[in-house]
Structure formats: structure tokens, C-alpha cells
């Protein structure tokens, strides 16, 4: 088992943590998991505050990125992979389930046939249990749909990287009414997740800290199954099923998913620029 080194960097405006996970045994490889790119829906600008921690982080400690990963095309935040690969290089890598969001996103937008849904917009598509190495370290990748089709978490030695799949104890478990999301796919996700070792952290993507806590980054499989408000050990499929659909027809849409997504899909590039140099962004109608 090879050392690594887990760094974090919270982003405040989508509560996003992003995570530089580094092994310690070769030349400092390393990986970078969910990253933001700093956007503002009121101007419509873009900027690389966010990524640009991570660019230094990397630099100063003389790191070499081979992965920059995400675990499913986020809709509440821009992913910064192109920018982080262009400064940083590494390779980009995704779920193969992206293909199904890609497809049922191009039909919302009514993307042309320039955008393709083969999910070649990334570098990589991780199948359900395929193995990665960086350096003298490496991870597996768990296929947890529900959230998406294309949620997976990345298995790191003692640690898993959990995306969306499920939150810290007081805030419970994931929404499951995007496209093709099913509460049931996801408690058996997250049983999945919980069979692991007591003693695995578990690290976040989101945290919103409820009643005022201050934010974590970090739980473990253990204090998952003792308080999990939504899957602690006892809660069954239909009472988990139940709580999440009354749950999820209550919520409102994420205020960033339709910027997110579209850009998400691309593997975080714009779409292709119109005849004046500038790149749109779609907003459908009544649709969804």
C-alpha cells in the first residue's frame, strides 16, 4: 500500500470541496478530484480563482498531475478540468454513465449534431471496477448511480471519494430527481459504500453545514451507519424510498444546473463560439 497525501480546497460559493490526493513514495504524482471553475450567472463570467489555488498547490510541492477526475457531471458547479489540464497537464476522466446524461441533456438543450454523446469530450471513461495508477499509488472506480447514471467514487488505500453519492450524517443522501436518478439505485449505491470498512474516510464533494455547524470534509464509513439520517443501519429500502421521492418533490432546482450541465457535458468546455467570437450558453423554456 503506497502513502498518499490528501489535500483539500473548499470552494464557498457551490460549497464544493475539491481534493489533490498525492502519493509519496516516487516523484509525487498525483490526482485532482471534482474541481470549480469560478462563474457568475448574473455577468455570465468565468474566472480561475478556484483553480488557481490548485495550480499553485500543485507547483509548490512539485507535483505531477496524471488524473484530473470528476465524479459525475456536477450541476451545481463548472468544472475547471480544461483549465487545470492546459496548466497542469494530466489526463481528464469520468464514469462511463456520462454518455446517458450527455444524451438526455442534448435533447433539454436541442444540441446539434456537432455535440456527440460518446462522451469523447473526456479523456477517459472509467468502466465499473477499472483500476487507475498515479505514481506508485492507485484507486478504483465503484459505478454508484442513482443521483446520475453517471455517479462513480474513486477507492484511494483507506480513503473513498464519495461525489454526490451521499453527504455528511446531518444532511443525509442525495437528490434523485434529475434525469434517469432513482431512489432505489441509490440506497443500494450507498449499502454498497457502507460494507466497506468501518474505519474508511470517506470524503465529501458538498458540505452545507445544517444548523449552523461548522463545515467537514471528512467522515467514515462507521459514524455513516450509526447516524446517517437517511441510510444509518435499520433504514430499509421503502422507508428509504419513500423519505427520498416526498423529499425530492419538495426541492427546488439547483440555481446553477443549467449553466453547469451544459458546460459538465462538454467535459467543461464552452460551446463552440458563433460568428462574433463569443460562446452561449441555453436557457429552455417550460421545459424543464
Known amino acids: 500500500m503506497a502513502n498518499v497525501r490528501i489535500d483539500y480546497f473548499f470552494h464557498p460559493t457551490s460549497n464544493t470541496y475539491t481534493y489533490v490526493v498525492a502519493e509519496e513514495e516516487m516523484a509525487g504524482h498525483c490526482v485532482i478530484i471534482d474541481s470549480v471553475l469560478d462563474y457568475d450567472p448574473k455577468s455570465g463570467r468565468t474566472a480561475t480563482a478556484a483553480a488557481d489555488e490548485i495550480v499553485a498547490h500543485i507547483r509548490d510541492h512539485n507535483l505531477v498531475v496524471d488524473w484530473i477526475l470528476e465524479t459525475h457531471p456536477h450541476a451545481d458547479h463548472i468544472t475547471a478540468a480544461p483549465y487545470l489540464k492546459e496548466q497542469l497537464g494530466g489526463r481528464t476522466g469520468i ?49 454508484t448511480p442513482g443521483h446520475t447514471p453517471a455517479c462513480i467514487c474513486y477507492l484511494i488505500e483507506d480513503a473513498v471519494f464519495v461525489g454526490d453519492t451521499i453527504f455528511m450524517p446531518d444532511f443525509g443522501s442525495a437528490r434523485c430527481d434529475f434525469p434517469d ?36 470534509w471528512l467522515t467514515s464509513v462507521a459514524e455513516q451507519r450509526a447516524n446517517n439520517k437517511h441510510m444509518k443501519d435499520g433504514v430499509d429500502e421503502e422507508e428509504f424510498v419513500a423519505m427520498r ?44
Open 181 to 216: 436518478g432513482d431512489a432505489r439505485t441509490l440506497f443500494h449505491s450507498v449499502k454498497r459504500l457502507l460494507a466497506l470498512p468501518p474505519e474508511t474516510r470517506m470524503f465529501m464533494c458538498h458540505d452545507y453545514g445544517p444548523g449552523g455547524r461548522k463545515l467537514r
Open 95 to 143: 464514469g462511463q454513465g456520462v454518455c446517458q446524461v450527455q444524451k438526455n441533456f442534448k435533447a433539454v438543450f436541442n444540441l446539434g449534431d456537432e455535440f456527440t454523446t460518446d462522451g469523447s469530450q473526456f479523456d477517459h471513461l472509467f468502466a465499473e471496477g477499472e483500476r487507475f495508477a498515479f505514481g506508485a499509488a492507485s484507486g478504483q472506480v465503484w459505478s
Open 245 to 288: 421521492t416526498a423529499r425530492d418533490n419538495e426541492l427546488d432546482m439547483p440555481a446553477l444546473l443549467l449553466p453547469s450541465v451544459q458546460v459538465n457535458i462538454r467535459g467543461g468546455q464552452f460551446p463552440p463560439a458563433e460568428e462574433n467570437g463569443v460562446s452561449y450558453l441555453k436557457m429552455p423554456l417550460n421545459t424543464v
